[in-house]
């Protein structure tokens, strides 16, 4: 696996792009791998938090960053 797959820029999306994007990427990794998100848009919180607990996947971690991008570390179920 590269390491660019454990990463996904979403900076600039809008909902629901960023949240569509980490499904496709999550479904190439393996179970328990993590995946770093960079997202600005401000529904990224609210529709990452949603999507995890539809889906089973682990929201391991979300900090806010100096550049308006919110990055959030997601555990693959």
Do not use: Y
Not at 8 to 18: E, H, N, Q, S, V
Not at 54 to 60: E, K, N, W
């Amino acid at each position: 696996m590269d390491e660019t797959d454990l990463l996904l820029d979403a900076r600039g999306l809008k909902c629901p792009l960023p949240v569509l994007k980490a499904r496709k990427r999550l479904n190439g990794l393996a179970s328990g791998a993590l995946l770093t998100v960079l997202a600005t848009d401000p529904a990224a919180p609210k529709d990452f938090a949603a999507f995890c607990e539809a889906t089973g996947h682990t929201l391991a971690g979300v900090q806010n960053g100096p550049d308006d991008a919110t990055t959030f570390t997601i555990r693959r179920k």
